[in-house]
């Protein structure tokens, strides 16, 4: 994995700040009665129009649309089309964009309307699941570490963990090595060091970890139908610990289950 320069830090931070204002601005969209096709024009005008900057799935190994919106069972990468989302669904959207020649890449999970207490339980997990993992972030840990964290996590609260899909490295290169497992045995794997670019996205089942993909060639279902959630951050790693990199600006960081700090070393909180 590079070692980034603190130029090419900023140059990642500018593309995922970028692209995280996009999730930010589409959250008083994503309603019942809103096709995600709807919600794919939005995200993809605003890039375009507002942010100046070319929307990275487009033509990804033939990808037709801006953004991925998962609904439900589906796991990842789910194409956005004229269905309309139903109250109490749960949605995730997955947002990449290139500016000046730098990724940015995150995602989060939406309601649309009010979901149902197991349907909370799962994205709110997910979400610990994911900030457990960035927590583990510093000079010295390992990629093990990471996964481990994330895994706990998960089994402690009763989900599985998919493993056909993971993070992976960013920067100039959209998909970069190394793969980035959200399960793991502490030290091992790669050692981090400061500078290292990369994303934690964990995808949690509420049933079995296994999955398929759909004739479409893209889009990823729990093999029971069983929902699943998804949250994505870039990081970097810092000399004493981590930078998140995708901050979503409308969300209070000081609800964070872990991590008080979205720049600076991991505390409990």
């Given at each position: 994995?590079?070692?980034?320069?603190?130029?090419?830090?900023?140059?990642?931070?500018r593309a995922g700040m970028m692209?995280?204002?996009?999730?930010?601005?589409?959250?008083?969209?994503?309603?019942?009665?809103?096709?995600?096709?709807?919600?794919?024009?939005?995200?993809?005008?605003?890039?375009?129009?507002?942010?100046?900057?070319?929307?990275?799935?487009?033509?990804?190994?033939?990808?037709?649309?801006?953004?991925?919106?998962?609904?439900?069972?589906?796991?990842?990468?789910?194409?956005?089309?004229d269905h309309a989302l139903q109250?109490?669904?749960?949605?995730?959207?997955?947002?990449?964009?290139?500016?000046?020649?730098?990724?940015?890449?995150?995602?989060?999970?939406?309601?649309?309307?009010?979901?149902?207490?197991?349907?909370?339980?799962?994205?709110?997990?997910?979400?610990?699941?994911?900030?457990?993992?960035?927590?583990?972030?510093?000079?010295?840990?390992?990629?093990?570490?990471?996964?481990?964290?994330?895994?706990?996590?998960?089994?402690?609260?009763?989900?599985?963990?998919?493993?056909?899909?993971?993070?992976?490295?960013?920067?100039?290169?959209?998909?970069?090595?190394?793969?980035?497992?959200?399960?793991?045995?502490?030290?091992?794997?790669?050692?981090?060091?400061?500078?290292?670019?990369?994303?934690?996205?964990?995808?949690?089942?509420?049933?079995?970890?296994?999955?398929?993909?759909?004739?479409?060639?893209?889009?990823?279902?729990?093999?029971?139908?069983?929902?699943?959630?998804?949250?994505?951050?870039?990081?970097?790693?810092?000399?004493?610990?981590?930078?998140?990199?995708?901050?979503?600006?409308?969300?209070?960081?000081?609800?964070?289950?872990?991590?008080?700090?979205?720049?600076?070393?991991?505390?409990?909180?």
């Amino acid at each position: 994995m590079p070692i980034r320069s603190k130029a090419e830090i900023e140059m990642a931070r500018r593309a995922g700040m970028m692209a995280a204002e996009v999730l930010s601005m589409i959250a008083p969209h994503v309603k019942a009665g809103v096709t995600t096709n709807a919600l794919d024009r939005l995200c993809r005008e605003y890039i375009v129009d507002v942010l100046r900057a070319r929307p990275a799935n487009i033509g990804y190994h033939g990808y037709p649309k801006t953004i991925c919106a998962s609904v439900n069972h589906v796991v990842c990468h789910g194409i956005p089309s004229d269905h309309a989302l139903q109250d109490g669904d749960i949605v995730n959207i997955d947002v990449a964009l290139d500016n000046d020649g730098w990724y940015g890449d995150t995602s989060r999970m939406y309601f649309a309307g009010e979901p149902a207490a197991p349907a909370r339980r799962l994205v709110d997990a997910t979400y610990e699941a994911m900030m457990a993992g960035i927590a583990a972030v510093r000079p010295g840990s390992t990629l093990g570490d990471v996964g481990h964290a994330i895994q706990s996590v998960a089994h402690r609260e009763g989900f599985s963990i998919v493993r056909e899909y993971c993070g992976h490295g960013i920067g100039r290169i959209y998909h970069d090595e190394p793969q980035v497992l959200h399960y793991g045995r502490p030290g091992a794997g790669l050692r981090l060091a400061p500078g290292m670019i990369f994303t934690i996205e964990p995808m949690l089942n509420a049933g079995r970890a296994e999955t398929r993909q759909l004739a479409d060639g893209w889009t990823v279902v729990t093999q029971d139908r069983s929902w699943s959630a998804q949250w994505e951050h870039m990081v970097v790693v810092t000399e004493d610990g981590f930078d998140i990199l995708t901050p979503w600006p409308d969300r209070d960081l000081a609800r964070r289950p872990v991590a008080a700090s979205a720049t600076g070393t991991a505390v409990q909180g």
